[in-house]
T-cell receptor, first 115, second 113 residues
Framework: DAGVIQSPRHEVTEMGQEVTLRCKPISGHDYLFWYRQTMMRGLELLIY????????DSGMPEDRFSAKMPNASFSTLKIQPSEPRDSAVYFCASSWSTGGTDTQYFGPGTRLTVL | GDSVTQMEGPVTLSEEAFLTINCTYTATGYPSLFWYVQYPGEGLQLLLK?????DKGSNKGFEATYRKETTSFHLEKGSVQVSDSAVYFCALTLGSGTYKYIFGTGTRLKVLA
């Protein structure tokens, strides 16, 4: 399997612009997680889905952030409008509940820079 | 609430030195415990795990034992290599169908040749 795929790997944008991050989980996995990593705050869980349904979005920082999972093989995290403090590395991870393990498999991340 | 506490880094060691990275947790119920590693420029990847008390997880020369009495899951390696330089994260899940992780803040390890 190709693993979790994220795109783009790097994104540089200007304040106020809309940013969309994309994730393709491992085929067959039914959980999908979005994390944000910064030096100041470490690794934060933003939202996670089970069978395409959002289960917990309590980590989403504010209304500028939204996430969707229209099908089992694709999810997006959108920031509109973006702000410099959104600069971070965003990770997507997936896991497989019926496999008897709760291991999460992480993508390579998207490094977002908001100028 | 539930939490994971890791020792502050960075940890700097010479090659072949012994490594210990401390991790303690607070949790209700019976969590599963994990160590993840993040190499520069990459995502996190599972290093080892333990699902019940007294279990020992091991991988690539790293070991950690689930100690319920001390609520700890310390990571150890007998002889580190330069290639072990990375950030190490301790984490737990609360089980019972909960797949949400609680991560520690991470400990950066730097191994010098």
């Amino acid at each position: 399997d190709a693993g979790v795929i994220q795109s783009p790997r790097h994104e540089v944008t200007e304040m106020g612009q809309e940013v969309t991050l994309r994730c393709k989980p491992i085929s067959g996995h039914d959980y999908l997680f979005w994390y944000r990593q910064t030096m100041m705050r470490g690794l934060e869980l933003l939202i996670y889905f089970n069978n395409n349904v959002p289960i917990d979005d309590s980590g989403m920082p504010e209304d500028r952030f939204s996430a969707k999972m229209p099908n089992a093989s694709f999810s997006t995290l959108k920031i509109q409008p973006s702000e410099p403090r959104d600069s971070a590395v965003y990770f997507c991870a997936s896991s497989w509940s019926t496999g008897g393990t709760d291991t999460q498999y992480f993508g390579p991340g998207t490094r977002l820079t908001v100028l | 609430g539930d939490s994971v506490t890791q020792m502050e880094g960075p940890v700097t060691l010479s090659e072949e030195a012994f490594l210990t990275i401390n991790c303690t947790y607070t949790a209700t119920g019976y969590p599963s415990l994990f160590w993840y590693v993040q190499y520069p420029g990459e995502g996190l990847q599972l290093l080892l795990k333990a699902t019940k008390a007294d279990d020992k997880g091991s991988n690539k020369g790293f070991e950690a034992t689930y100690r319920k009495e001390t609520t700890s899951f310390h990571l150890e390696k007998g002889s580190v290599q330069v290639s072990d330089s990375a950030v190490y994260f301790c984490a737990l899940t609360l089980g019972s169908g909960t797949y949400k992780y609680i991560f520690g803040t991470g400990t950066r390890l730097k191994v010098l040749a």
